[in-house]
């Protein structure tokens, strides 16, 4: 357990998603959500002002709130109607002097293209599954079974059942086809490592710290189809996968795998440019770990192996964004000079 000390008077704004064409259910989830991070932060001491990004004319919604005056906590994924623009939402608060948190607009744009991240990962020298790129269902050169068929530009596992994992030629070519057709979009097909999984939070710039890991336990399962994180099992409370699969931490590694989980997770961190925070996604296959994905901007829901990891080292949910907002803070232009992050306890 570690003492982190952050300054807690920075004035914070809260922006966050609320897609007025969402259902109800979900609006409400996303308000409950920013509310109950706002309280958490709000009782380390931050004033925070809440903004909720419900028309994708992001510049007037921003109009009343000063660059000079805050910063910003940048939880809004995407503006309303206008898939995959978590890289705009962080161009507009750059075009108009934000200081915000995470990862700006030029990794948001690459995390969101799976085939550039694996570019990027591959050229470092980071292991990653073996992979290749389809943009038609003419399938050529893949020998690698059982394997995992991927949207190329989705997170949070949308777009990925338990069909795609493929163990057979005709079962590929089907599954390509329909990320193809339905989702309009290039697959990604890997080879399936149907090891222990990993979901490992990371936080910093310049000296990163890596947060304990969170194992995704598939071993309730006997079917390789199931022992992946679906759309289901993200998000259907009512599902087995979800009520089965729900991160476990603290979790079990030798010495000698932390440190090569560690190592390899900073310099999947710096190869994506990740800032501030960040969650990898890793599975475990005899002696090396793999990157599945890197995921810029990661959830922070209070349930999340992040926010979890976290807690592990002393960062309760309000501290974890303090901390966050105290990173960010150095990147303001008025809001610095007292800044100190120090964390204490820890030789």
């Given amino acids: 357990m570690h003492n982190w000390i952050t300054e807690t008077n920075i004035p914070i704004l809260m922006l966050s998603n609320a897609d007025l064409q969402w259902p109800q259910s979900d609006l409400d989830e996303a308000f409950t959500m920013t509310e109950n991070f706002t309280r958490a932060i709000q009782e380390i001491g931050h004033p925070v002002s809440r903004l909720y990004v419900k028309t994708?004319?992001?510049?007037?919604?921003?109009?009343?709130?000063?660059?000079?005056?805050?910063?910003?906590?940048?939880?809004?994924?995407?503006?309303?109607?206008?898939?995959?623009?978590?890289?705009?939402?962080?161009?507009?608060?750059?075009?108009?002097?934000?200081?915000?948190?995470?990862?700006?607009?030029?990794?948001?744009?690459?995390?969101?293209?799976?085939?550039?991240?694996?570019?990027?990962?591959?050229?470092?020298?980071?292991?990653?599954?073996?992979?290749?790129?389809?943009?038609?269902?003419?399938?050529?050169?893949?020998?690698?079974?059982?394997?995992?068929?991927?949207?190329?530009?989705?997170?949070?596992?949308?777009?990925?059942?338990?069909?795609?994992?493929v163990t057979s030629l005709p079962e590929l070519i089907k599954r390509v086809h329909y990320v193809l057709d339905e989702l309009k979009q290039p697959a990604i097909v890997e080879d399936f490592i149907d090891g222990r999984e990993f979901h490992v939070g990371v936080i910093g710039n310049g000296s990163i710290h890596v947060l304990p890991p969170a194992e995704i336990d598939y071993s309730s399962f006997r079917d390789i189809h199931d022992r992946l994180c679906t759309y289901e099992a993200n998000f259907d409370t009512t599902s087995l996968a979800y009520q089965l699969t729900k991160p476990k931490i603290p979790v079990h590694l030798t010495h000698t795998q932390l440190l090569a989980?560690?190592?390899?997770?900073?310099?999947?961190?710096?190869?994506?440019?990740?800032?501030?925070?960040?969650?990898?996604?890793?599975?475990?296959?005899?002696?090396?770990?793999?990157?599945?994905?890197?995921?810029?901007?990661?959830?922070?829901?209070?349930?999340?192996?992040?926010?979890?990891?976290?807690?592990?080292?002393?960062?309760?949910?309000?501290?974890?964004?303090?901390?966050?907002?105290?990173?960010?803070?150095?990147?303001?232009?008025?809001?610095t000079s007292s800044i100190k992050l120090i964390k204490t306890g820890e030789k």
């Fill in 261 to 335: 989980l560690k190592k390899m997770v900073k310099a999947a961190y710096r190869a994506t440019n990740c800032r501030d925070y960040a969650r990898m996604d890793i599975r475990l296959q005899g002696n090396t770990f793999y990157v599945l994905d890197v995921n810029h901007n990661a959830d922070l829901s209070p349930d999340t192996s992040i926010v979890l990891g976290a807690g592990l080292v002393g960062l309760s949910y309000g501290l974890l964004g303090s901390l966050l907002v105290n990173l960010a803070s150095r990147r303001h232009p008025k809001i």
């Fill in 56 to 165: 994708n004319n992001l510049s007037e919604l921003l109009r009343p709130y000063s660059p000079d005056e805050f910063v910003i906590i940048n939880w809004c994924e995407e503006l309303p109607g206008v898939p995959y623009s978590a890289a705009l939402v962080a161009q507009v608060l750059e075009q108009h002097g934000y200081a915000y948190t995470g990862s700006d607009s030029f990794a948001l744009e690459l995390g969101q293209d799976k085939h550039r991240t694996k570019l990027r990962l591959s050229n470092h020298g980071i292991p990653t599954p073996a992979w290749q790129t389809f943009t038609s269902s003419q399938i050529t050169g893949w020998k690698h079974f059982p394997a995992i068929v991927k949207p190329s530009y989705e997170h949070c596992s949308y777009g990925i059942t338990r069909e795609a994992v």
